[in-house]
Nanobody, 126 residues
Framework: QVQLVESGGGLVQAGGSARLSCVASGRTFGTYTRGWFRQAPGKEREFVAAINWSWSGFSTSLAESVKGRFTISRDNAKNTVYLQMNSLKPEDTAVYYC?????????????????WGQGTQVTVSS
């Protein structure tokens, strides 16, 4: 089993920045691909960013709505993935979830992830 714990959420003013962290513990060798999703009230959970790791290095994927503003990175030594969020907008307000899947292929699909954190709230005020 893998446990994921997010941190770094909170209240941010529009135009500001925040960095989310997600630490994995347990059977972490199975977390080749890590992702961030978000869910706003009354909306479905949506893909934000993903990063995988293999012998050839890292690959990333970002949702169109966050390209140029968000960056995903990982520190394998710390079993941690980061989501750097810049130029935040009120529409970025959501609960942000960290996820992991046991294959080294990027995915933007919720059900293709095997493990989930409990989420961290990010609120962007206008």
């Amino acid at each position: 089993q893998v446990q994921l714990v997010e941190s770094g959420g909170g209240l941010v003013q529009a135009g500001g920045s925040a960095r989310l962290s997600c630490v994995a513990s347990g059977r972490t060798f199975g977390t080749y691909t890590r992702g961030w999703f978000r869910q706003a009230p009354g909306k479905e959970r949506e893909f934000v960013a993903a990063i995988n790791w293999s012998w050839s290095g890292f690959s990333t994927s970002l949702a169109e709505s966050v390209k140029g503003r968000f960056t995903i990175s990982r520190d394998n030594a710390k079993n941690t993935v980061y989501l750097q969020m810049n130029s935040l907008k009120p529409e970025d307000t959501a609960v942000y979830y960290c996820a992991a899947r046991e294959v080294p292929y990027l995915s933007e699909v919720v059900y293709e992830y095997d493990y989930w954190g409990q989420g961290t709230q990010v609120t962007v005020s206008s």
